[in-house]
């Protein structure tokens, strides 16, 4: 469903070449081509991750709209203004210098096109419970908050469209799952498969620091002025 809000938030068509800043299993770019017919360019520091994304496109038939390649989120070697979109979801909590991720991003959006965040951002309910689908620790946790967002945004040169908190949605879908797999077990495929055998325990954190305000998640969007 988020993924569908970042969409329609892009304004995205077939015609579209978006870039995914820490693109992961490349779930969001499928997504997004299979949604608008647009294109997608994944850049993801882990070499892992982009073979299992570009597997996974070639099982859904979407390889042809989607390629990932191993990359550095705050400095990807694309030529300046080569996108028409760029969207990151849930990875800006584990790169520390945001100030050169944000600059990177708009950098690379051509002027008039738009740059959409949807992060996992600090909350006012106190420290992070560890570990967390994002880390096991603090060490590798670099969270910011709302109000640092939006300076960081302006000072990349972005101006932000609109801000949507979606804490209450998160929580809902984590309390859910909880309770499908107490009442089910776990199903074949989840993603205890990559996270280990700690994952239950971070579902479990991720509930409580999401009921607690010690996180929450925002989406903003943003447009690189012309």
């Known amino acids: 469903a988020a993924t569908v809000q970042i969409a329609e938030a892009l304004g995205l068509t077939a015609h579209s070449h978006v870039l995914d800043l820490g693109s992961g299993l490349g779930g969001p770019a499928r997504t997004l081509a299979e949604l608008t017919g647009c294109t997608v360019t994944g ?7 982009c073979d299992v994304a570009t597997v996974l496109s070639e099982w859904t038939r979407l390889s042809g709209r989607t390629r990932f390649q191993v990359g550095d989120a705050t400095a990807t070697g694309l030529p300046d203004a080569a996108v028409d979109a760029v969207v990151t979801v849930h990875a ?13 991003a708009f950098r ?3 002027p008039g096109g738009r740059f959409v965040v949807y992060d996992v951002l600090q909350g006012e309910g106190g420290d992070v419970r560890y570990p967390v689908p994002w880390a096991s620790d603090s060490s590798t946790s670099f969270l910011a908050t709302t109000e640092d967002m939006r300076e960081l945004l302006a000072a990349a040169g972005f101006t932000v469209v609109s801000e949507v908190d979606s804490t209450d949605e998160s929580l809902q879908w984590f309390q859910q799952v909880r309770a499908r797999i107490e009442r089910d077990g776990p199903p074949p495929v989840t993603f205890a498969t990559f996270l ?4 239950g325990q971070m579902a479990a954190n991720q509930v409580t620091n999401l009921a607690e305000r010690r996180i929450r998640t925002v989406m903003f969007t943003c447009t690189r002025p012309l």
């Open 43 to 49: 850049i993801d520091l882990t070499p892992e991750f």
């Open 92 to 104: 800006a909590m584990n790169i520390s210098d945001k100030p050169a991720l944000y600059a990177e």
């Open 108 to 110: 690379v959006l051509r």
């Open 196 to 199: 280990g055998d700690t994952f």
